[in-house]
């Protein structure tokens, strides 16, 4: 089932949560809404889901309007991000619930409720766990009784609030990937909020970027990274080298460098901030390459495969930092103190107006 | 994950044991402490029921049993029955409603109504009675209207009704509010999203989510009505046999020289604390146990 955001907006009291946004989602996809705490991802989910309803705008589900219907009627399953199981019943009641408030008449017998139970908890990976209490299950399997329960309704979108937040590192790679090719498999239109960058690039078809009741931008995963709208989006989805400098006619200079940037072709010598990541500035001896920045190596840090070199501008004294292999450490054999060129493979360019 | 379950659980059990070892070897203070509260629970709890017994027993078991079996007792104790069968289910409901509303939702006045449910604890309720007295007496607000249509309130069943309600109006509602504000209401819009009604939410969700508290509340509010003196006194009149509860039948029978009956029909009263303080426990000792686990 698709899902249409129309012009939807949101104020709790005086703060506005949600500032007209609009936003499509086809049939089938997943999509992860991104943003830090704040953003109003939540807001977005809640209010697709039926549990808030928006001030303005509209919710459409297959093109049908459910702005105003009550969460029970519109087919969506919630996944909230502390689970929400009910603690008085057994993981078997808890899965049960949707099917046993169904109507008499759409009720099924007590041995299909089983059937269909224990089908559920093995998807879920839990087979033999029904009997357990909510209270006696780790972060990760409370997780799963959650989406089991969701999904003994056949809903049609399945909606997860941060539905990883709560648990540790190890456990969330885990069922993020697992969550994936669920998802996969049962061809549902899934919508989850998160503010780890590295699950919503991972896990999502698409990305939607949130930030401040607005959206910042929606692409696929390689698309918000490599060319994102915004400079919030290239904040938010890593670290990112700033750099200073002026952009004239569609042309961006940073001390000794110049890059074109086409996006600015009216800016008249207008202030303008460069990002690069850290894995995208070259290190060198020398300049032979073409213009560089010049740097003084600070740090040098072995991280696992990579090393993180830390240093310092010559000509500003800005930090600068650069992500480089172990191989390529060893080739230019660096060391504290040391004169280094540092020149970026790629740029994001803003002109001061896109500025925050 | 299994490796970390064990490990967490691991460290939660080494602590209460440190936490024994440490209760294990009592100080003087200690001591002194256990002696004092000891000492004063004696001389303030124990005594006296162990004396409300003896008295009751004075003259052995017969006579305190036939005080009891006495025509305008079984009275006393019928109209106090009926008085608890009354206010205890209103004061859930009421309880229910409030809690619910104050817990589940924000709206302008929530402080003024949460002060509002403490009131009947705060006023003594001899003026409790006393503002039933002049709202429902002969020359009162509504009582001729009332007496028109042939309904005595005040120095009757309805007045005695109206008081206890009144005096015991918190007990359920004061229980429950802390109860689900800490509860919160995930479940609920978990349960809605699931495709329950409002009915089968409250039903399925948040009645067994309460339950213990619930149960609580109620033993509370019965035990205080049961026993209630002040309110009940002013708007009964006293009539024997008629318009007497428990508490009012053991002063007549006190005042009336009659100390067997009188402590006989107290002692009545006293077990149906014990039993509440019971009840009590039993609930503090399972409920979160089950809720828990």
Known sequence: MSIEVRAVSKRFGRYRALDGVSLGIEGGELVALLGPSGSGKTSLLRI???????????????????????????????????????????????????????????????????????????????????????????????????????????????????????LDAKVRKGLRRWLRRLHDDLAVTSVFVTHDQEEALEVADRVVVMNEGRIEQIGTPDEVYRSPATAFVVEFLGQANVLHGRVDRGRARFGAIAVDAPEHLGALDAPAIGY????????????????????????????????????????????????????????????????????????????????? | MGSQGRTRRGAVVTDPERRETLARTPSPVAWLLVAIAASFLGLFLVLPLVAVFAQALAKGLGPALAAI?????????????????????????????????????????????????????????VVAGLVFVLLFGARGLLGPALADQGLQVVFAVPGIVLATTFVTFPLVARELIPLMQAQGNEEEEAAITLGASGW????????????????????????????????????SGHVRGETNTMPLHVEILYDGYDFVGAFAVASLLALTALATLGAKSWIEARGPRRSVA
């Not at chain 1, 500035?281 to 830390?310: K, M, S, W, Y």
């Not at chain 1, 930092?321 to 060129?341: K, M, P």
């Open chain 1, 48 to 166: 697709i889901a039926g549990l808030e309803v928006p001030d303005a705008g509209s919710v459409l589900f297959s093109g049908r309007d459910a702005t105003g219907e009550a969460p029970r009627d519109r087919g969506v399953g919630f996944v909230f991000q502390h689970y929400a199981l009910f603690r008085h019943a057994t993981v078997f009641e808890n899965v049960a619930f949707g099917l046993r408030v169904l109507r008499r008449r759409d009720r099924p017998t007590e041995a299909r409720i089983a059937e269909r139970v224990h089908e559920l908890l093995s998807l879920v990976q839990l087979d033999g766990m029904a009997g357990r209490a909510p209270a006696e299950l780790s972060g990760g399997q409370r997780q799963r009784v959650a989406l089991a329960r969701a999904l003994a309704v056949e809903p049609r979108v399945l909606l997860l609030d941060e539905p990883f937040g709560a």
């Open chain 2, 200 to 235: 089968q939410t409250f039903r399925r969700v948040t009645l067994p989510k309460i339950r213990w508290g619930l149960l609580y509340g109620v033993i509370l509010c019965a035990a205080r009505a049961m026993g209630e003196f002040g309110a009940v006194s002013v708007v």
């Open chain 1, 276 to 356: 690069v990541r850290p894995h995208d500035l070259e290190l060198a001896r020398d300049c032979a390459a073409g213009p560089a920045l010049a740097a003084t190596v600070r740090e040098v840090r072995p991280l696992g495969p990579i090393v993180r070199v830390q240093m310092q501008e010559d000509a500003t004294g800005a930090a600068l930092e650069a992500e480089v292999s172990r191989h390529e450490l060893e080739a230019l054999g660096l060391a504290e103190g040391q004169r280094v060129f540092a020149r970026p493979r790629r740029w994001q360019v803003f002109a001061r107006p896109d500025v925050r």
């Open chain 2, 69 to 125: 079996a006495d025509d305008e007792t079984l009275s006393a104790i019928r109209l106090t029955l009926m008085t608890v069968a009354i206010a205890v289910p209103l004061n859930v409901g009421f309880g229910l409603a409030a809690s619910w509303a104050i817990a589940k939702f924000e709206f302008c006045g929530k402080s003024f109504l949460v002060s509002l449910i403490d009131l009947p604890f705060s006023v003594s309720p």
